[in-house]
């Protein structure tokens, strides 16, 4: 018989009230329902004895067999039918209600009674079956997973089974935790990712135990079934905004990408292991299961990974280095500054005829006929001289919408050798940790990871078109060809002059109609986002996978890579006090420190916001926050001049002034007046 069959033999004997075997061992039978369970807690509860409810509980909770049978939805519910396990959800919820008001010492006989049939079960070693899964859900549904007196004694067994249940099983366990009422499966989730924090804080740090241990494993694997299903939850969720005038109808719980963050894995797992058992493939690794890290591990990983690269290549050209060969460790770039553009295509082409990996090694930038080596502050002005040329009206490769002042790419533009400059230049700058003041939509990083673009990404864009097609989209009436005047035939501006363009053969013979409008949106989205600039972000692409085509870039959300590239809003003041470093006089303590950081905190968050961007050339905070930008504050003795601010060494020059107030108001006149790009 078939480990099913022998389940179903099992139980049906139990709910004929019989004993059966179990490789040697004899059962009493018994199960429970919802209705048993409040009668024999209320009998103990008025009767002061609690024994008939611990021997009901432990024959049932003790028996794999009898807890499968039980809080069933019927009696026909013993076989399985499609996904549906047969168990009453409902029921299993309100028990463990009830079992989490019980005394201490009673939850603590529960908490036994699941270690011991886990132990059952284990000892046994029967291949499980989808019919055995029933016991599996009723012990997950228990929201003391995470609470001591089960985490260390059930939830760590209980998983580490989980993550050995055959294909057919984890179909059914998927099912079941996707189709969770909304409060569930948020609880779940985040019991899912405490346990890992837990049980990872328990280990030595960077400790190879973290990837073996197979509960973490079957938790992370869990939370990927939830991740995935977030995802269309929150595509559903935006289709659904879109069709209803800007609200969302009630859906589904919807997690954020921070929530499934698990700081304590991204700061103690050991990458050396990681990075090794992901280039394995079928070991576990969490570079597998991405979402789990935070941006600032993932741009650890791209780090570590363009290392092994560059070592790599080392390794292959030794025999090149036995006949004379020396490889640079750097990228050098040799600029003239009337000749920005060019130096810097001429640059790069040649690093790519040589060996396009040099494009991933340290950057240092060189001005002819300017002394100075480029310790980060030459090859930041770099990068933000040559963002603002590229991004100059005279070159015309964006246009900026004029109600989101986000730039997308010019459809009529031919720099096609800019545009690939430019996606070099985005590479260049992950691989240089600097910021770039860029102001382009998330849509731009989407297609950069190839993920598939909308009509909600349209409104980032092209405002206007986005709203009316959104009202296109939500006419009820059938007169859309009447009211609407519309066909498949578009119509753009070419430089002052008006132009057409088929969204169909012979399109302007085709007229939008009720039946066919969400074709035209869909097509005319497509032309917007894709076609009309294929030639020009092909360029652009082409050029930042020269950088960073690889696996490790992969591991990023779009909006993960848009912070990478161009840092975060979020700004933390305190942190950045924190990482501040002082020369020519100050330090922390000094009084004129003291009132320029009560000055700063003191700021509305649009002030803090110029004042960063005076001092440093961007108003947004990298990577990991304002702890890892390493400002400097220097003195200088002329105590009636404004304060100045070198940017490209994130210098910020103060003058000792004589009072706070004098300090608030020439602060505030510099960072209101001034750029703050200061050489």
């Given at each position: 018989?078939?480990?099913?069959?022998?389940?179903?033999?099992?139980?049906?004997?139990?709910?004929?009230?019989?004993?059966?075997?179990?490789?040697?061992?004899?059962y009493?039978?018994?199960?429970f329902?919802?209705?048993?369970?409040q009668q024999?807690?209320e009998?103990?509860?008025?009767?002061?004895?609690?024994?008939?409810?611990?021997h009901?509980?432990g024959s049932?909770?003790?028996?794999?067999d009898?807890?499968?049978?039980?809080?069933l939805k019927?009696?026909?519910?013993i076989?399985?039918?499609?996904l549906?396990?047969?168990?009453?959800?409902?029921?299993?919820?309100q028990?463990?209600?009830?079992?989490?008001?019980?005394?201490?010492?009673?939850?603590?006989?529960?908490?036994?009674?699941?270690?011991?049939?886990?132990?059952?079960?284990?000892r046994?070693?029967r291949?499980?079956?989808?019919?055995?899964?029933r016991?599996?859900?009723?012990l997950?549904?228990?929201?003391?997973?995470?609470?001591?007196?089960?985490?260390?004694?059930?939830t760590?067994e209980?998983?580490?089974?989980?993550?050995?249940?055959?294909?057919?099983?984890?179909?059914?366990?998927?099912?079941?935790?996707?189709q969770?009422?909304?409060?569930?499966?948020?609880q779940?989730?985040?019991?899912?990712?405490?346990?890992?924090a837990v049980?990872?804080?328990?280990?030595?740090?960077?400790?190879?135990?973290?990837?073996?241990?197979?509960?973490?494993q079957?938790a992370?694997?869990?939370?990927?079934?939830m991740?995935?299903?977030?995802?269309e939850?929150?595509?559903?969720?935006?289709?659904?905004?879109?069709?209803n005038?800007?609200?969302a109808?009630?859906?589904?719980?919807?997690l954020k990408?921070?929530?499934?963050?698990?700081?304590v894995?991204s700061?103690n797992?050991?990458?050396?292991?990681?990075?090794?058992?992901?280039?394995?493939?079928?070991?576990?690794?969490?570079c597998?299961?991405?979402?789990?890290?935070?941006?600032?591990?993932?741009?650890r990983i791209l780090?570590?990974?363009?290392l092994?690269?560059?070592?790599?290549?080392?390794?292959?050209?030794l025999?090149m280095l036995?006949?004379g060969?020396i490889?640079?460790p750097?990228?050098?770039?040799?600029?003239r500054r009337?000749?920005?553009?060019?130096?810097?295509?001429d640059?790069?082409m040649?690093?790519?005829l040589?060996?396009?990996?040099d494009l991933?090694?340290p950057?240092?930038v060189?001005?002819?006929g300017e002394?100075?080596?480029?310790e980060?502050?030459?090859?930041?002005?770099?990068?933000?001289?040559?963002?603002?040329?590229i991004?100059?009206?005279k070159?015309?490769?964006?246009?900026?919408?004029?109600?989101?002042?986000?730039?997308?790419?010019?459809?009529?533009?031919q720099?096609?050798?800019?545009?690939?400059?430019?996606?070099?230049?985005?590479?260049?700058?992950?691989?240089?940790?600097?910021i770039?003041?860029?102001?382009?939509?998330?849509?731009v990083?989407?297609?950069?990871?190839?993920?598939?673009?909308s009509l909600?990404?349209?409104?980032?864009?092209h405002?206007?078109?986005?709203?009316?097609l959104?009202?296109?989209?939500?006419?009820?009436?059938?007169?859309v060809?009447?009211?609407?005047?519309?066909t498949?035939?578009?119509?753009?501006?070419?430089y002052?002059?008006?132009?057409?363009?088929?969204?169909?053969?012979?399109?302007?013979?085709?007229?939008?109609?009720?039946?066919?409008k969400?074709?035209f949106?869909?097509l005319?989205?497509?032309?917007?986002?894709?076609?009309?600039?294929?030639?020009?972000f092909?360029?652009?692409?082409?050029g930042?996978?020269?950088?960073?085509?690889?696996?490790?870039?992969?591991?990023f959300e779009?909006?993960?890579?848009?912070q990478?590239?161009?840092?975060?809003?979020?700004?933390n003041?305190e942190?950045?006090?924190?990482s501040?470093?002082?020369?020519?006089?100050?330090?922390?303590?000094?009084?004129t420190?003291?009132d320029?950081w009560?000055?700063?905190?003191?700021?509305?968050?649009?002030?803090?916001?110029?004042f960063l961007?005076?001092a440093?050339?961007s108003?947004?905070?990298?990577?990991?926050?304002?702890?890892?930008?390493?400002?400097?504050?220097?003195?200088t003795?002329?105590?009636d001049?404004?304060p100045?601010?070198?940017?490209?060494?994130?210098?910020?020059?103060?003058?000792?002034?004589?009072?706070?107030?004098?300090?608030?108001?020439?602060?505030?006149?510099?960072?209101?007046?001034a750029?703050?790009?200061?050489?």
């Amino acid at each position: 018989m078939s480990p099913t069959e022998c389940s179903v033999v099992a139980t049906k004997l139990t709910l004929a009230g019989e004993q059966y075997l179990c490789n040697g061992d004899t059962y009493s039978a018994s199960f429970f329902d919802l209705q048993s369970l409040q009668q024999l807690v209320e009998d103990a509860e008025k009767s002061g004895d609690w024994k008939p409810l611990i021997h009901a509980f432990g024959s049932t909770w003790d028996n794999p067999d009898a807890l499968q049978m039980s809080f069933l939805k019927s009696p026909k519910h013993i076989q399985l039918g499609g996904l549906d396990t047969g168990l009453d959800l409902e029921q299993v919820k309100q028990a463990y209600v009830i079992l989490q008001r019980l005394p201490e010492n009673i939850r603590n006989i529960v908490a036994s009674s699941c270690e011991r049939l886990l132990s059952t079960i284990k000892r046994y070693r029967r291949v499980p079956s989808v019919f055995d899964l029933r016991k599996y859900i009723i012990l997950l549904e228990n929201p003391m997973l995470v609470d001591n007196l089960f985490y260390k004694r059930v939830t760590g067994e209980l998983l580490a089974q989980l993550a050995t249940l055959p294909a057919d099983c984890e179909k059914y366990l998927r099912h079941h935790i996707i189709q969770m009422p909304s409060e569930r499966w948020l609880q779940f989730q985040k019991m899912l990712h405490d346990y890992v924090a837990v049980v990872i804080m328990s280990m030595p740090p960077q400790s190879s135990q973290i990837h073996s241990h197979l509960g973490i494993q079957q938790a992370t694997v869990m939370q990927g079934w939830m991740y995935k299903e977030n995802a269309e939850r929150i595509e559903e969720q935006i289709a659904s905004r879109i069709h209803n005038n800007g609200t969302a109808t009630p859906s589904k719980a919807v997690l954020k990408l921070e929530d499934f963050y698990n700081e304590v894995v991204s700061e103690n797992f050991s990458l050396r292991i990681d990075f090794v058992n992901w280039k394995k493939k079928n070991v576990f690794s969490f570079c597998n299961y991405p979402f789990i890290l935070n941006a600032e591990k993932k741009s650890r990983i791209l780090s570590t990974d363009s290392l092994l690269q560059q070592q790599q290549r080392r390794e292959e050209s030794l025999q090149m280095l036995a006949q004379g060969y020396i490889d640079i460790p750097f990228f050098v770039m040799k600029i003239r500054r009337d000749r920005l553009i060019e130096d810097s295509l001429d640059s790069i082409m040649v690093a790519k005829l040589n060996d396009v990996s040099d494009l991933k090694k340290p950057l240092k930038v060189k001005f002819e006929g300017e002394d100075g080596i480029d310790e980060g502050g030459v090859q930041k002005e770099w990068f933000q001289l040559l963002v603002s040329e590229i991004f100059s009206p005279k070159y015309g490769m964006f246009i900026p919408d004029i109600e989101t002042r986000l730039h997308f790419f010019n459809p009529h533009s031919q720099d096609f050798r800019e545009f690939e400059l430019l996606g070099h230049v985005l590479g260049l700058a992950i691989y240089n940790g600097v910021i770039l003041d860029l102001h382009f939509p998330n849509l731009v990083y989407k297609k950069l990871l190839d993920r598939h673009t909308s009509l909600h990404d349209l409104q980032e864009t092209h405002q206007s078109i986005y709203q009316s097609l959104i009202s296109l989209m939500n006419y009820k009436g059938d007169d859309v060809e009447e009211q609407f005047l519309l066909t498949f035939q578009i119509s753009y501006d070419f430089y002052g002059t008006s132009q057409t363009y088929d969204l169909l053969p012979e399109g302007d013979e085709i007229p939008v109609t009720s039946e066919n409008k969400e074709l035209f949106i869909d097509l005319y989205v497509k032309y917007l986002l894709e076609d009309s600039v294929k030639e020009q972000f092909e360029a652009f692409k082409k050029g930042f996978n020269d950088v960073c085509e690889g696996p490790a870039m992969k591991l990023f959300e779009p909006v993960e890579l848009q912070q990478l590239i161009c840092g975060s809003p979020e700004l933390n003041f305190e942190e950045l006090q924190g990482s501040t470093v002082y020369d020519t006089g100050y330090d922390k303590d000094h009084p004129t420190i003291r009132d320029f950081w009560s000055v700063v905190h003191e700021l509305t968050p649009e002030e803090q916001k110029k004042f960063l961007f005076f001092a440093t050339g961007s108003d947004r905070a990298p990577i990991g926050g304002l702890g890892k930008l390493r400002l400097i504050i220097g003195k200088t003795g002329e105590i009636d001049k404004l304060p100045t601010s070198h940017t490209c060494f994130n210098h910020f020059v103060l003058p000792s002034y004589s009072s706070k107030e004098k300090l608030r108001d020439m602060l505030k006149l510099a960072i209101e007046n001034a750029t703050g790009f200061g050489l």
